[in-house]
């Protein structure tokens, strides 16, 4: 699990910054200035939670208990809903894509929300 993990991490590491990347050289040019804020929020907030998966896998290897893995996933899908909803409303203009946004932050939130409860239990545990 612990690998999976990890390896979940990296993969959102490395596609944020190939999409910042992407964002800064190749869309520039193409998107107005709010669509590529849009862009860009969603590469920032993808790899705050590359870290914060990361964070979550190094809890699981520490203390391994099930709730970290839970953190990862939804930080993961935290990622795909929020980041790629934004990537998606910059691209293409798709206003309802608005809608689905917030999920991906409900999911970045339950993330947090397991790896601090996590935390507090696995340290009253020892």
Known sequence: MERLLYTGAALAGFLGVAFGAFGAHAL?????????????????????HAFATFAAAWAFARWPRRIFGVAAGLFLTGSVIF??????LA????????AVTPLG?????????????GAWNARRAQ
């Open 28 to 48: 520039r040019a193409r998107l107005s200035p709010e669509m590529l804020a849009v862009f860009e929020t969603g590469v920032r907030y993808q790899m705050y």
């Open 83 to 88: 980041s790629g909803s934004l990537y998606v």
């Open 91 to 98: 691209l293409t203009g798709e206003r309802w894509l608005g």
């Open 105 to 117: 932050g409900v999911a970045f939130l339950g993330g947090w929300a397991c790896l601090a409860w």
